[in-house]
């Protein structure tokens, strides 16, 4: 890309050098490999982030509640952060790598063996963190059903 061609782009926005190279020589016995004057361009500066993708946003924003981060401030200030930044925007798409894949079951499972389940007062029913459909008492925790969230609960250590 021509030096002329990134400043109608607008990618410099920093310091900019061109320095003409010396004339190339050759010795008399060898045939000239090189043009006799070169010019080196060399652009420094930061790469200008485009804009932050949905897929992007979305995958930065599951890692902040996979580490469980809530505050609305935060979340802000990071995603602005990727918008104006391609460094960070970089460092934490590759942090949202660390977020575990949904597993998708084809068989039916039961709601109260999964984390997302939460438990009421009455000793069988409960609701869905993720917001899956229910009745209006809530998920009967021995039903079957199919579920894209469904997390299995950790088992608790037998007791001593």
């Known amino acids: ?9 607008g990618g410099l926005t920093r310091a900019v050098t061109a320095t003409p190279a010396t004339t190339a020589t050759y010795e008399a016995k ?13 652009a420094e500066g930061t790469e200008q982030a485009s804009e932050l993708l949905p897929n992007e946003e ?18 802000a200030d990071v ?13 934490f798409l590759k942090r949202s790598e660390e977020v575990p894949k ?3 079951r084809n068989e039916p499972i039961t709601c ?24 209006i008492a809530g998920l009967w925790g021995s039903d079957r059903r199919y579920c894209e969230h469904y997390l299995a609960a ?3 250590e037998a007791k001593k």
């Open 79 to 91: 995603l602005d952060s990727c918008r104006k930044n391609l460094d960070t925007r970089r460092y």
């Open 112 to 135: 109260g063996n999964c984390t997302h389940y939460e438990r009421i007062e009455h000793p069988h029913l409960g609701h869905c963190t993720k917001s899956e459909p229910e009745a």
């Open 154 to 156: 950790p088992i608790a």
């Open 58 to 75: 979305n995958n930065i924003r599951a890692w902040l509640a996979h580490i469980k981060e809530t505050d609305t401030a935060i979340i």
């Open 30 to 42: 060898k045939p000239a490999t090189v043009a006799p004057v070169a010019t080196v361009t060399v």
């Open 1 to 9: 890309m021509t030096l002329s061609a990134l400043i109608h782009k």
């Open 102 to 104: 949904p597993i998708i």
